[in-house]
């Protein structure tokens, strides 16, 4: 019997008036942080703090602050997905970002065909892809350690 794969969907304030969301993995999510003290960064400006998990302080990285994406949310209730990413040195990097909305999980068995253009303004290339459903809404799968490395390059100059 096939099983179905299954996504973890978090919604993005739209981009260019259509209905979008990150893309991860099931496996990539390891817990969400609702109660938590953000701490101050010790990795550099261009993250948004460290939050506690487990003993140690993970970087707090906004996707929408590093694609330059307005939030239209007001009286924003944030949480923080704990993510965990393999990287090149075959080690897991954990960290953390910002959840505006609801995580939906959700079976991958729908039909999506690669998007021309991703909607956002700035980092485009710091994705591993954009899809399009039948109903026009807009998957985009952001790559996770690029976007580290990036940044930690950034705070480092």
């Known amino acids: 019997m096939a ?6 969907l978090l919604q993005i304030d ?11 993995s099931k496996q990539q999510i390891e817990f969400i942080i609702s109660d938590f003290s953000p701490h101050p960064s010790t990795l550099g400006s261009a993250f948004s703090g460290e939050v506690s998990f487990q003993d140690k302080l993970l970087p707090i990285i906004h996707l929408e602050k590093h694609f330059a994406l307005e939030t239209k949310v007001t009286n ?11 990287t090149n040195t075959e080690t897991l990097l954990h960290i953390a970002i910002r959840a505006i909305y609801p995580l939906r999980i959700r079976s991958l ?5 690669v998007a021309m253009h991703s909607g956002l303004s700035q980092n485009g290339a710091d994705i591993l892809g954009a ?5 026009n809404t807009l998957y985009i799968v952001p790559n996770i350690n690029t976007i580290f490395e990036k940044m930690k390059k950034s705070s480092n100059t």
């Open 3 to 8: 099983t179905s794969q299954e996504i973890a």
């Open 14 to 24: 739209q981009i260019s008036n259509q209905e979008a969301y990150w893309v991860f």
């Open 76 to 86: 924003i209730a944030e949480k923080y997905i704990i993510l965990k990413a393999p």
């Open 109 to 113: 068995n729908f039909s999506t065909m």
């Open 131 to 135: 899809f399009l459903d039948d109903h």
